[in-house]
């Protein structure tokens, strides 16, 4: 059951691509949209079928595939990654809803946005870790063309630059995941059966740091994330919605279930200074925001500072925080994709981003006044205001980390305290004020379009007001990670893991 989500969307895509003749835009756009919409309907019927109590990998795939090197098609479902197989099934659907009737070469752009699904996806699920890899580079291919294709005027540059930062931070993975395997003397790339070598504390130190290197890169933390911004200022509304609601927690993703999970004395005896790395990342990310006068710029280096609360998390390897980092990787996957909605919406009726030429969009008469609101919407959510999903997983990410590392914690709450400012500048700048005479001519907002912000508007809501019906998904598969014990124990000895 858990392959249909890689190979759907890889036979849709080929589908499309392919198909013989002649036809519209559109057409192709209904097919990859039914085409996701198969996705979103069998994530959710997983959702159902899963045990929540049962921390194990669950609807497990395994079949030997290159025997020789010990690889293995082995996929699994559990707490920690079926929320992230929901958001990337989810923000596909809205990705190739907001993408434009008319676009050109659109065969060659729906086939690209399913491949990535299926590559994403594919390393949510994987649990061997050269298949991990696969799907992890997998996912570069469609993103470079869909930034160089239809991005911004400096798209070749920016795609360039995002080719090379990612293929680095692949060489470091891959380079890790090989000296396990070597070094442990395993005779496969099996995720459990490598977490139950016990390696010493330098071993683990030498393939954990290279790891993170690469990881470092994809999340992305300072100062190896210069290839954002260029990337979200040159790609188009739909493309950064999936990069920063999806691909970047490839790299949140990876720190839990590698990092943790197969280096865990290497990660407690570094992870002071992974807590510092991740303040220094909030307060970079959240300084840089305040002075960008480019819309997609402010939501970037927002993306950066609010990344590095889940490093924060995640260093601090206690339950509460582990799981709270996992709730931050939805939060913000939601309430970034919701800004880049918004802005793109602002860009394409008033076809700028410049936060010094915007103003008065508020204007109920003329403006942009319910566009407007769902950016306040959003903004509210970033900055953590009670009651929307933001305040939930900062809350539980400062909870959790607090009383392991209170300098870098209250070092990140400055950063989280900066987002209200950065994020009021702009709002005040954009939306209130009066409207300017260039701006009086707005096209009118049709609700088609405003539908899939009002969609995230409502997750992002819900969940800030009832945390737990996520919070309940990744807690028993913190404690497990947490344990040292791998899964297959676990399974073998389920009084031990219930205690």
Same mark, same amino acid.
């Given at each position: 059951?858990?392959?249909?989500?890689?190979?759907?969307?890889?036979?849709?895509?080929?589908?499309?691509?392919?198909?013989?003749?002649?036809?519209?835009?559109?057409?192709?756009?209904?097919?990859?949209?039914?085409? /996701?919409?198969?996705?979103?309907?069998?994530?959710?019927?997983?959702?159902?079928?899963?045990?929540?109590?049962?921390?194990?990998?669950?609807?497990?795939?395994?079949?030997?595939?290159?025997? $020789?090197?010990?690889?293995?098609?082995?996929?699994?479902?559990?707490?920690?990654?079926?929320?992230?197989?929901?958001?990337?099934?989810?923000?596909?659907?809205?990705?190739?809803?907001?993408?434009?009737?008319?676009?050109?070469?659109?065969?060659?752009?729906?086939?690209?946005?399913?491949?990535?699904?299926?590559?994403?996806?594919?390393?949510?699920?994987?649990?061997?870790?050269?298949?991990?890899?696969?799907?992890?580079?997998?996912?570069?291919?469609?993103?470079?063309?869909?930034?160089?294709?239809?991005?911004?005027?400096?798209?070749?540059?920016?795609?360039?630059?995002?080719?090379?930062?990612?293929?680095?931070?692949?060489?470091?993975?891959?380079?890790?995941?090989?000296?396990?395997?070597?070094?442990?003397?395993?005779?496969?790339?099996?995720?459990?059966?490598?977490?139950?070598?016990?390696?010493?504390?330098? /071993?683990?130190?030498?393939?954990?740091?290279?790891?993170?290197?690469?990881?470092?890169?994809?999340?992305?933390?300072?100062?190896?994330?210069?290839?954002?911004?260029?990337?979200? +200022?040159?790609?188009?509304?739909?493309?950064?919605?999936?990069?920063?609601?999806?691909?970047?927690?490839?790299?949140?993703?990876?720190?839990?279930?590698?990092?943790?999970?197969?280096?865990?004395?290497?990660?407690?005896?570094?992870?002071?200074?992974?807590?510092?790395?991740?303040?220094?990342?909030?307060?970079?990310?959240?300084?840089?925001?305040? +002075?960008?006068? $480019?819309?997609?710029?402010?939501?970037?280096?927002?993306?950066?500072?609010?990344?590095?609360?889940?490093?924060?998390?995640?260093?601090?390897?206690?339950?509460?925080?582990?799981?709270?980092? /996992?709730?931050?990787?939805?939060?913000?996957?939601?309430?970034?994709?919701?800004?880049?909605?918004?802005?793109?919406?602002?860009?394409?009726?008033?076809?700028?981003?410049?936060?010094?030429?915007?103003?008065?969009?508020?204007?109920?008469?003329?403006?942009?006044?319910?566009?407007?609101?769902?950016?306040?919407?959003?903004?509210?959510?970033?900055?953590?205001?009670?009651?929307?999903?933001?305040?939930?997983?900062?809350?539980?990410?400062?909870?959790?980390?607090?009383?392991?590392?209170?300098?870098?914690?209250?070092?990140?709450?400055?950063?989280?305290?900066?987002?209200?400012?950065?994020?009021?500048?702009?709002?005040?700048?954009?939306?209130?004020?009066?409207?300017?005479?260039?701006?009086?001519?707005?096209?009118?907002?049709?609700?088609?379009?405003?539908?899939?912000?009002?969609?995230?508007?409502?997750?992002?809501?819900?969940?800030?007001?009832?945390?737990?019906?996520?919070?309940?998904?990744?807690?028993?598969?913190?404690?497990?990670?947490?344990?040292?014990?791998?899964?297959?124990?676990?399974?073998?000895?389920?009084?031990?893991?219930?205690?």
């Amino acid at each position: 059951m858990l392959s249909a989500l890689i190979i759907i969307p890889l036979i849709g895509a080929i589908f499309i691509a392919f198909f013989p003749g002649k036809k519209t835009s559109s057409f192709y756009r209904f097919l990859a949209l039914i085409c /996701t919409s198969a996705l979103l309907v069998l994530t959710l019927i997983l959702g159902f079928k899963f045990d929540i109590n049962n921390p194990s990998m669950q609807f497990s795939e395994n079949i030997p595939w290159i025997i $020789d090197i010990g690889l293995n098609y082995h996929l699994g479902l559990d707490g920690l990654s079926f929320p992230l197989i929901f958001i990337n099934s989810l923000l596909t659907l809205i990705t190739i809803y907001t993408s434009s009737k008319t676009i050109e070469r659109s065969q060659f752009y729906y086939a690209l946005i399913l491949i990535l699904n299926c590559g994403v996806s594919g390393a949510f699920l994987a649990q061997d870790v050269l298949l991990f890899f696969f799907f992890y580079e997998l996912e570069i291919i469609p993103l470079y063309f869909l930034i160089a294709i239809w991005g911004g005027a400096k798209r070749g540059y920016a795609a360039m630059k995002f080719l090379l930062y990612t293929a680095i931070s692949g060489f470091f993975v891959l380079g890790s995941f090989l000296g396990l395997v070597w070094l442990s003397g395993a005779s496969t790339f099996d995720y459990e059966l490598l977490r139950s070598h016990n390696l010493p504390l330098s /071993t683990q130190l030498l393939l954990l740091i290279p790891l993170l290197i690469g990881l470092a890169i994809k999340i992305p933390i300072f100062p190896l994330h210069t290839w954002l911004p260029d990337a979200h +200022v040159e790609a188009s509304t739909p493309v950064s919605v999936l990069l920063a609601g999806v691909l970047l927690k490839l790299g949140t993703y990876g720190l839990l279930r590698f990092g943790v999970g197969l280096f865990f004395d290497a990660w407690t005896y570094i992870a002071p200074w992974l807590a510092t790395l991740a303040a220094i990342s909030a307060l970079y990310g959240a300084s840089c925001a305040i +002075v960008q006068k $480019d819309m997609k710029k402010v939501v970037a280096y927002s993306s950066i500072a609010h990344m590095a609360y889940i490093l924060l998390a995640a260093a601090a390897a206690t339950h509460l925080s582990i799981t709270a980092a /996992t709730f931050q990787m939805v939060s913000h996957g939601l309430i970034s994709a919701m800004l880049f909605l918004v802005v793109g919406i602002v860009y394409e009726k008033t076809g700028s981003r410049d936060v010094d030429f915007l103003r008065g969009l508020l204007n109920p008469q003329r403006g942009l006044p319910i566009t407007g609101s769902l950016m306040i919407l959003g903004v509210m959510a970033s900055a953590g205001i009670p009651g929307l999903v933001g305040f939930i997983a900062e809350f539980l990410v400062f909870r959790g980390s607090f009383p392991i590392f209170p300098v870098q914690t209250l070092l990140c709450l400055v950063g989280s305290g900066l987002t209200a400012v950065y994020f009021l500048l702009m709002v005040n700048k954009v939306f209130f004020g009066r409207l300017t005479p260039e701006l009086s001519q707005i096209p009118k907002v049709l609700w088609t379009e405003r539908l899939p912000a009002f969609i995230l508007a409502i997750l992002i809501v819900v969940l800030g007001i009832q945390p737990s019906w996520m919070v309940r998904w990744s807690e028993p598969q913190a404690a497990l990670l947490l344990t040292g014990e791998s899964q297959l124990e676990a399974v073998a000895n389920p009084e031990t893991s219930n205690s």
